[in-house]
């Protein structure tokens, strides 16, 4: 099993910077790449950005494109989402998830980041 651990969530003002991040623990070799999935109040999970431990390719959602920055410390099985200039919308409880071969086997227990406008 792999076990994640979140932090760096918190209320901040719309436009301001926060960096949350994810320490993995476990059996992380069976850990393909980390995904950032957030969950707003009265919405789906929304796919938010994820990052290979090998070469460190990311992905994003559209959204965050420009604003938000993933990137990780293979030494210390971490990851990182830097999100700048942060809107109201992206209120809601951050999640990283950790991808095996077909699909996101493992997840932390969340963050919460509030932006006040």
């Known amino acids: 099993q792999v076990q994640l651990v979140e932090s760096g969530g918190g209320l901040v003002q719309a436009g301001d910077s926060l960096r949350l991040s994810c320490a993995a623990s476990g059996r992380t070799s069976s850990s393909y790449a980390m995904g950032w999935i957030r969950q707003a109040p009265g919405k789906e999970r929304e796919f938010v950005a994820a990052?290979?431990?090998?070469?460190?390719?990311?992905y994003y959602e559209d959204s965050v494109k420009g604003r938000f920055t993933a990137s990780r410390d293979n030494a210390k099985n971490t990851v990182y989402l830097s999100m700048n200039s942060l809107k109201p919308e992206d209120t809601a409880v951050y999640y990283c998830?950790?991808?095996?071969?077909?699909?996101?086997?493992?997840w932390g227990q969340g963050t919460q980041v509030i932006v006040s406008s």
């Open positions: 990052i290979s431990w090998s070469d460190g390719s990311t």
């Open positions: 998830a950790s991808r095996g071969q077909f699909k996101y086997d493992y």
